[in-house]
């Protein structure tokens, strides 16, 4: 058996999530599936760098797969995109050695989150951007963003269904950029709590309308309660965008 690394993009508006789940169609499942018809009925079990909810996007997600075929990566990308539903795209596959765990080996991950900030929605844009047509300061937003930099206990800036006990992450990157209609912030980290991302997003955004200030941060961080941050931003805007390894 040879193991694979593969990349894959995928829109994930109509998925209740990367994970298999009982109830919802899910990325892990289509994925398999298609593996399943190529293995020729045999099960393909897959493992990714980590899951995304429903309604979240990947540009590179990443998963590992054993497998009996020996193909090359175009005809393993040819393959398997035939199969494929067209919200879902292999990237690319690579052969790794068999100790290779998509999951375990992790350095670290890029997410971006888009906001379209217009004053009248874009039905074109509703899938793949958190629409917020209100108004926002984003000099504040600016001077709060650095508080998020660094080694942190991120519990107050995560989901209390977490089942991490350890909320100590590292942040690297936490970049502002603006284009027309949009805000994009890029989180480069270690790692990443559930919500952790959307939950900062949407406490950058109190600051930037007024109702946290930038310096109230630090406080937040140390009072280690979620009920004091902002509201979770919601799901569509946000992109696995890449995954760093050894």
């Known amino acids: 058996m040879q193991r694979y690394k593969g990349i894959i993009a995928y829109d994930g508006s109509g998925y209740s999530g990367y994970q298999i789940q009982i109830n919802g169609k899910t990325v892990q499942e289509v994925l398999e599936k298609a593996l399943k018809k190529?293995?020729?009925g045999i099960e393909i079990k897959t493992v990714s760098s980590g899951r995304t909810d429903a309604g979240v996007h990947a540009y590179g997600q990443v998963f590992h797969f054993d497998s009996s075929l020996i193909l090359s990566s175009d005809r393993w990308v040819n393959a398997m995109n035939g199969l494929?539903?067209?919200?879902?795209?292999?990237?690319?596959?690579?052969?790794?050695s068999q100790d290779f765990h998509a999951r375990y080996d992790v350095e670290?991950?890029?997410y971006k989150y888009?906001?379209?900030?217009?004053?009248?929605?874009?039905?074109?844009?509703?899938?793949?951007?958190?629409?917020?047509?209100?108004?926002?300061?984003?000099?504040r937003i600016r001077e709060a963003a650095p508080y998020f930099v660094g080694t942190h206990d991120f519990t107050s800036f995560c989901s209390a269904k977490t089942t991490k006990e350890n909320?100590?992450?590292t942040i690297s990157i936490l970049d502002i950029e603006e284009r027309e209609n949009k805000i994009i912030f890029?989180?480069?980290?270690?790692?990443?709590?559930?919500?952790?991302?959307?939950?900062?997003?949407?406490?950058?955004?109190?600051?930037?309308?007024?109702?946290?200030?930038?310096?109230?941060?630090?406080a937040i961080f140390a009072a280690h309660d979620?009920?004091?941050?902002?509201?979770?931003?919601?799901?569509?805007?946000?992109?696995?965008?890449?995954v760093y390894y050894k």
């Open 167 to 169: 909320k100590i992450r």
């Open 84 to 96: 494929l539903p067209t919200d879902v795209a292999l990237q690319s596959v690579e052969k790794v």
């Open 226 to 242: 979620r009920q004091l941050a902002g509201k979770t931003a919601p799901a569509e805007g946000l992109y696995l965008w890449d």
């Open 114 to 139: 888009f906001l379209y900030t217009g004053k009248i929605r874009n039905p074109f844009e509703r899938n793949f951007t958190s629409y917020y047509p209100y108004k926002l300061n984003i000099d």
């Open 186 to 218: 890029t989180f480069t980290g270690n790692g990443f709590l559930y919500n952790m991302v959307r939950i900062i997003v949407g406490t950058l955004l109190h600051v930037g309308n007024g109702k946290i200030d930038p310096e109230d941060i630090p």
């Open 108 to 110: 670290g991950k890029t």
């Open 38 to 40: 190529m293995h020729k």
